[in-house]
């Protein structure tokens, strides 16, 4: 009778693991697969380099760049159909020939270029695991509409939070006959800046430099992505629903090009035009700042600059010319501070 009892236990443990396991294996998209692989290479080759096994480094980190294209090819249909946003699928096009062409530079010798994998291969240990792990993501997208919520009620709204599309306390809850179009917003994960973050996040660790230079740039770099961001989220979610771009000239281009509704126009125009253009030229402020405190990723930044126009840049040099100081020197002797 125990026995019987034992595997009946037993069958039953076993149906529910194999539930939770075919439920998260449906959950895994292919973008998520060809990104984890493509990161998996990226370390692997960073470990071969380490170990001087130079060829099967750029073997391996060659490969791996050519997978991190298809990932970004991947993300075509949701910036173009789903996000609806010009810039990110120009970017995510553009990504694939030129993470091949980073990777054809790699397997023919380039090993500057492993500098530049290690700063990709962190920026996705950072996002990934925000990306593909639920609690996580929910959490962070969760606190980043209380926060949100907070910047709103500083400024005299106070519309309350309930639960998005996403299936997260994540909507602000604006009573559609109190705004102008009807219409509210809801955070989800490229609104937390969690992006930008991995990306200086990657630059950083990428380099040889100080510990305390390196948390010093750090801590600038989030600090500052998350005012900024925090800003950004409070002018969309007041932006849309009180119709601050209702304009027949905005209206038309919207309905026109967009396939947009009509009182869709306001939350287009804050969050695809305006805000997205404004994060281009923060990210290029926030660089300019952390280079200020760690001139050393003017290396990875060099190297990503030779696979898009195929020129060699000294950025040391430029920047010398640029504010009057000897930024190259500091780099290469950057001493204890």
């Known amino acids: 009778m125990s026995s019987t009892r034992s595997l009946a236990l037993d069958a039953g443990a076993f149906v529910a693991t194999s539930s939770v396991l075919s439920g998260f294996l449906t959950s895994v998209s292919v973008s998520d697969v060809l990104a984890w692989v493509s990161i998996a290479g990226f370390l692997a080759a960073l470990v071969f ?18 997978l991190f294209g298809l990932f970004w090819l991947t993300m075509v249909p949701y910036y173009y159909t789903d996000a609806q946003s010009p810039i990110q699928t120009v970017l995510s096009l553009v990504a694939l020939p030129l993470c091949a062409y980073t990777g054809y530079l790699l397997y023919n010798g380039r090993l500057s270029l492993l500098t530049l994998t290690k700063a990709v291969a962190v920026m996705g240990l950072i996002y990934l695991p925000v990306e593909t792990i639920p609690f996580v993501r929910q959490w962070l997208i969760e606190t980043t509409a209380t926060q949100a919520h907070f ?18 306390q994540s909507r602000f809850d604006f009573d559609p006959n109190e705004t102008v179009t009807g219409r509210t917003t809801y955070i989800v994960l490229a609104c937390t800046g969690i992006g930008s973050m991995a990306i200086f996040g990657g630059l950083i660790a990428s380099v040889k430099a100080p510990l305390k230079r ?84 003017l290396g990875p930044l060099e190297e990503a600059l030779f696979v898009i126009t195929g020129t060699e840049y000294d950025l040391y040099d430029a920047l010398a010319d640029l504010d009057g100081a000897p930024v190259g020197e500091e780099a290469v002797n950057p001493g204890d501070d």
């Open 49 to 66: 380099s380490w170990q001087r096994r130079s060829d099967l480094a750029r073997y391996v980190g060659s490969g791996s760049w050519i």
């Open 151 to 168: 910047g709103m009620e500083l400024l005299g709204y106070s519309p309350g939070i309930n639960e998005g599309a996403n299936g997260y």
């Open 214 to 297: 390196k948390a010093s740039a750090f801590v600038l770099a989030v600090g500052v992505i998350w005012f900024l961001n925090f800003l950004r989220n409070v002018f969309i979610a007041l932006a849309s629903p009180y119709g601050w771009f209702q304009y027949d000239a905005l209206i038309y281009i919207t309905t026109t090009f967009m396939g947009a509704p009509e009182n869709r126009t306001s939350f287009l125009v804050a969050h695809n035009f305006i805000a997205q253009s404004l994060s281009i030229v923060a990210l290029v402020g926030i660089t300019y700042m952390v280079i200020k405190i760690l001139p050393e990723i």
